[in-house]
């Protein structure tokens, strides 16, 4: 059994319904998260009675919340003595194209490369476009991406591209390393 620190920055919710699945599914395995919702500024816990972090953060207009970088800041040494991994949520990340595939990993690369962190994992997890969250420009410009990814937005206005099975693949094998 680990302790493990999942910490995220999440504009619309989705990061956090991510992570929320991820700690559901460490804790499946017997390990106790310690989830921290960057975004609602939850606590100061850090990571230095945990044997595991786990960041995940969501791209908005090229770039990851500050919440994450200044999390970095303050228990970068914690995070960096033990087993780590970076969970960006993007809609890039659910392209078939590969420049944009490749552009959302070079955000995270400056990313990580600017916190000084080099995690043992990064996992790009495709997000969601949830039209209640955006105003109507938001909407018009997401559902536009949406499209040019061959993708309909959801009537429910969810339109969820995860690929949740590929995540539990992930989970596991992060598990595995604990
Ligand atoms: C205003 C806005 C800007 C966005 N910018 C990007 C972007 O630059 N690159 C990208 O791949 N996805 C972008 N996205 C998609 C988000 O990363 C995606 O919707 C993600 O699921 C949001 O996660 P969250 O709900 O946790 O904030 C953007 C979404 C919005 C609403």
Redesign the pocket.
């Known amino acids: 059994m680990a302790r493990v620190l999942l910490a995220f920055a999440?504009?619309?919710?989705?990061?956090?319904r991510i992570s929320h699945h991820v700690a559901r599914k460490l804790e499946d395995l017997e390990h106790v998260v310690r989830l921290i919702n960057l975004t609602n500024h939850d606590g100061e816990a850090g990571a230095d009675d945990c044997d595991a972090s786990l960041l995940a953060g969501?791209?908005?207009?090229?770039c990851f919340a500050m919440e994450l970088s200044s999390f970095l800041m303050r228990h970068g040494p914690a995070i960096r003595s033990h087993a780590s991994a970076f969970l960006p949520?993007?809609?890039?990340?659910a392209s078939h194209n590969q420049c944009e595939i490749d552009a959302?990993g070079e955000i995270a690369d400056r990313f990580l490369f600017e916190a000084g962190w080099h995690p043992d994992y990064v996992e790009h997890v495709a997000?969601?476009?949830?039209d209640r969250?955006?105003n109507m420009v938001?909407k018009v410009v997401?559902h536009s991406i949406l499209h040019q990814h061959g993708e309909e937005a959801d009537p429910s206005g969810d339109t969820v591209l995860t690929n949740w099975e590929k995540l539990d693949r992930f989970v596991k094998k992060f598990a595995a390393r604990l």
Do not use: C, D, F, P
């Open positions: 999440s504009q619309e919710g989705h990061t956090e969501s791209v908005h207009r090229g949520v993007s809609l890039s990340a959302v997000g969601a476009v949830q969250q955006l938001e997401m």
